[in-house]
């Protein structure tokens, strides 16, 4: 027996204490957002009651607490994705989302030529969609996208092919519609040798499993700290360190100078060279809390219980809800991690969530931000049921008896 | 608390699983496509105007139960009606459906026009989810553009 | 008397029970940052632990919960400065930084061609310098700087020759370094006039004083969060609303969409479309809470006592401090705030609040981002101390205290 | 808690207030320019390096008292040195700066041939003020720059 106790982390999480129409709360949407522990709350709370001061730059104490803090998480989070050099790697975004920004804006924007290649997946977030159709647009290059095989893998008999003439692979080591877990190693060596950089979308697998960047021999990553019971408004982007010091500036304002007159502005070196202005340094508390309170956990624990819930749930989901729901995701728990698109028979995404929450049931409607994806399954939108480290055996009963009952409703 | 039947009354369930006025209108003097990004819900209105009338609805398209109870409902309460009335329901259904900033709705009670249509009172309960207040106005949005158009 | 008690603010503030070397901490640093009352903690501890979800598409009740929260902020905020209709005019971003980086690279590329004029002020924070430099490597534009005067104002002398062929005319309310106060209103009716636009920059006066864009005039306005008693990685963008809806997207991602094909996408309308990714939540309950804290204390109470507060201090540093020490801003206390940046005969601003720190006094040594500022007045560095509302003359009486042992100490 | 005596030592203050090898040198085999983006602390030095010795130095900036002085005793400490001894010298200063991840340092007790080299010695207690090692180390970094120009 594993010694990791996911009813230990519920009593830690204070929405769980959360009442929803006489029932306690149950939260199926950690794949949108995770729930954070107390001490993720209490790190961000005594940052603000005893350390708050803007970073760098200070002298006094506080200044100089808050800056350890910040530059403290910084390295908490570099190691525990196993960034060799977090000082020269880590760059602190708002999210995922501006990670990838910063990604095509800086490098794409230098590197990139009217005509260069890059290659995504059918089943991307729009955050690793939309700002390559950006610079589409604004400088021609060709955004190209491995299909999805119907089994709900990638396909990838044909990525010899797909990655001639790529200057940049970016794909997700999950997708947050489809539970898939990707190959993310062997994609990057994929990438590799066909002489195209390699970009991972971390931000499903990074609270889920452990992550080691040199492991994947990836060139870039990009996750967020919500996504791992971590706060609002912080996002995290690893690069390869000679990597990141060729890239130019992103963000222009205080902070990423080296030097600014009236007729021109020097950048800065390091990472702070994109982190322009006030950075998110409570947040940088919160995850640094956060990596250590998921390091308590241990990632493998973690992943091992998700792993046997995500095996149960896809049971139950099979058998216990007759033949009208169908899970828009791989069918066995190989290679998947807790996420649950649900497309049940004759009732709309969005009244099947309605019927839940009178269930205190949190799952989310829609199309999930991975709109190629959901044409590619003449899907409009699902009803997404999603894991974390706090979900127990009792919540999938829970949303079984509520799709049962919506089921019923809509006849 | 609102409750689950406030939003999915039985007249709404009915007109979900038996919509009127389904289909396209090869006749139609306009045809005009309605959106929801945030659901996906999409839905198609064809109309045939003629002497200030709108003559005959049809509607296409897909969305949640609200949306499409509400599409339902609103081609049967304004087809064969004239321009103004039908002009004058949606102004009357829209305020039902609007929420001030302090999250309460002007009519608690369905307006006694709409009360007096029947049908639509029932789409009142809706204002207590206001998440769901934009599946039930999509329609009503798309034919006050959709008459612009007819009129323009 | 007014019924203004900073001793009530300095209670409701955490921070303020630091000992620091043996001394209370003695906070001079609120132009960097300010210090969070604890209803702004408060309400970032209850979102986190009664409401956390992500924001839109939610169907479920925290999700609603969060959506309001957040929505209530952008009204909050909107209607705390004057905003006609927020729900289209406020954007948030993570940072004043970012507000402008927004305003440069959206409205700025979509409407600036080479040749075209941005005139900003020659006491701009680098925030809105950098990112009109970045449009001059870019694009070509031209960026010109109104001068500043020996007596630490605006030189508008030359104001209509300065306008010719100028697009934008951005200016800061009042200056993080001198303290000057600008005459908004004037400066933004000289912009119309000549047929430019006027971004105002409000990150140091709209925690201090009452704050109405409409009777600005204003077409932009950047400012932070957490420089109005609020957390960090929170930033606001106001604008017109005609002028918003004309707007490019910026950043690309989720929730800035209405449509995403493999071919292309298709942004969405209102301020979502600048928003991509999971926003800053808490951020925005935090900043809610400090939008009431200020209008419970009344920012026409908080600007009558900090302008109590500034005369004393000038006072102060022209007598108390013998002749040692010189006020790099006006020397008066008309049209200028609570910011005094201090020039130490024969002592460095680095060995300055080194010094200071021994005595629990916080200010801040460098070039406050704002380099053109300081090669004017031929200054390498200043050290700066500035106000909040918990400001207490007796913090004065401290900064004087221990200006005199620096200046002792380096003889 | 670190004391400001351990940062201002007298010998500090006294290399502050009388900088030695102050000055440019027209003869000068290499000039090098140090720069410290976050204080604005400039500095210029000027090597005569001939047979493998560093024959003269001389220093040019503004900066805070710590850079001040540790450039101006640097300068004492390494002026006629062989240049194998000049590196070995900011080998070890930089040892006695360098704090590690959990913000300790190697050397509490400053280097023995820090030590015995006297002055540099006093500077040890700037790693207590982990901002203002930089102020310490620009200089430093500079020489070794300005050594590696000089060889190349
Ligand atoms: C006048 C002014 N503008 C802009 C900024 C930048 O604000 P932020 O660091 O929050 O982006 C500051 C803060 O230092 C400021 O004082
Ligand atoms: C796979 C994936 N990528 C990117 C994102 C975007 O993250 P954020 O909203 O924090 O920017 C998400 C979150 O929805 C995601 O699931």
Known sequence: MSSFDPRRVRIDTPVFSRVINDRPIVYLDSASSTLPPRPVIEAMDRYYSGHHANVHRGVYQTANEATDIYEGARRDV?????????????????????????????????????GDVVLVTEMEHHANIVPWFQLQAERGIEVRFVPVRDDFRLDLTDLDRLLAGVKLFSFTAMSNVLGTRNPVAELVAAAHAHGALAAVDAAQSVGHQPTDVGAWDADFVCFSAHK???????????????LLEAMPPFLGGGGMIADVRTDGFVPAHGPTRFEAGTPPIAEAAGLRAAVRYLTGLGLDEVSRYEHELTELALELLASGVGDRVRVIGPADAVDRGGVFSLDVEGVHPHDVAQVLDQ????VRPGHHCAKPLMRRFGLAATARASLGPYSLRSDLDVLVEALLAAIKLFG | MANLDDLYREIILDHY???????????ATSRTEGFNPLCGDELVI????????????????????ISQASSSMMSSAVKGKRLEDVRHVIDRFKTMMTLHDDGTADAPAPEPDLRSDGELAALAGVVKFPVRIKCATLAWNTLAQALDEATA
Not at chain 1, 228 to 242: C, H, K, Q, V, Y
Not at chain 1, 359 to 362: K, Q
């Open chain 1, 78 to 114: 570099g190691h525990f994705i196993g960034a060799p050099d977090p000082r020269h790697e880590i760059v602190f975004t708002k999210n995922t989302t501006e990670s990838f920004n910063l990604l095509a804006r800086s490098w794409g924007a230098a590197t990139l030529r009217p």
């Open chain 1, 228 to 242: 791992m019971l971590g706060p609002t408004g912080l996002g995290i982007f690893w690069a390869r360190a000679d």
């Open chain 1, 359 to 362: 269930f205190g049931v949190c």
């Open chain 2, 17 to 27: 699983r038996s919509p009127r006025n389904r289909g396209e209108l090869v006749e």
């Open chain 2, 46 to 65: 064809y109309l045939i105007v003629r002497d200030g009338v709108l003559e005959d609805i049809k509607l296409t398209g897909h969305g949640c139960s």
